[in-house]
T-cell receptor, first 112, second 116 residues
Framework: GNSVTQMEGPVTLSEEAFLTINCTYTATGYPSLFWYVQYPGEGLQLLLKATKADDKGSNKGFEATYRKETTSFHLEKGSVQVSDSAVYFC???????????FGKGTMLLVSP | GAVVSQHPSRVICKSGTSVKIECRSLDFQATTMFWYRQFPKQSLMLMAT?????????EQGVEKDKFLINHASLTLSTLTVTSAHPEDSSFYICSASGQEGGQPQHFGDGTRLSIL
């Protein structure tokens, strides 16, 4: 079956620090991979996605590269801001299906 | 971009009350809608998947008679928590996907349900 494993949080950083949130997956076939962000008290927003191996998704300074050989999709940002504080979810979707499989989420706390 | 509206955002009610939550796709036709439940500091648990005009498919362990889902049109799905009890208190989130083939779901802002 499908599964997504994320590093446990919270991840605590100072403003302008470099961010990495690890995500690895198990899936059959060639899934699409996603990062969603959830701000306090809100639903999820799509942050970025990649649909095939070696694709790089990017948005708002965040990046993640689909690595088939390591079954990973790590989220990175070169310089975080206080406003990036949120919970980040890694997810996958098998081709031909619309059901998402989520990781447990990683809370990011950025201090000034 | 695609927008999903979820209403109400917060509900506080007495035990035994039935509560209805609406999920609307505002600028696209949602052939499939999903209902999730999120416990504090945990990931989203998929409760059920509904396709317009057909019965919802519930995940294992989710009570069909407790959580009634209706997907009557391509823009609206409702979740009714029947005879709610304190253990039903949670954050419920809907999402919708259109006829886009493999594209991600678009999420509502969630409903905080508190049963006293």
């Amino acid at each position: 079956g499908n599964s997504v494993t994320q590093m446990e949080g919270p991840v605590t950083l100072s403003e302008e620090a470099f961010l990495t949130i690890n995500c690895t997956y198990t899936a059959t076939g060639y899934p699409s991979l996603f990062w969603y962000v959830q701000y306090p008290g809100e639903g999820l927003q799509l942050l970025l996605k990649a649909t095939k191996a070696d694709d790089k998704g990017s948005n708002k300074g965040f990046e993640a590269t689909y690595r088939k050989e390591t079954t990973s999709f790590h989220l990175e940002k070169g310089s975080v801001q206080v406003s990036d504080s949120a919970v980040y979810f890694c997810a996958l979707m098998n081709s031909g299906y619309s059901t998402l499989t989520f990781g447990k989420g990683t809370m990011l706390l950025v201090s000034p | 971009g695609a927008v999903v509206s979820q209403h109400p955002s917060r509900v506080i009610c007495k035990s035994g009350t039935s509560v209805k939550i609406e999920c609307r796709s505002l600028d696209f036709q949602a052939t499939t809608m999903f209902w999730y439940r999120q416990f504090p500091k945990q990931s989203l648990m998929l409760m059920a998947t509904s396709n317009e005009g057909s019965k919802a498919t519930y995940e294992q362990g989710v009570e069909k008679d407790k959580f009634l889902i209706n997907h009557a049109s391509l823009t609206l799905s409702t979740l009714t928590v029947t005879s709610a009890h304190p253990e039903d208190s949670s954050f419920y989130i809907c999402s919708a996907s259109g006829q886009e083939g493999g594209q991600p779901q678009h999420f509502g802002d969630g409903t905080r349900l508190s049963i006293l």
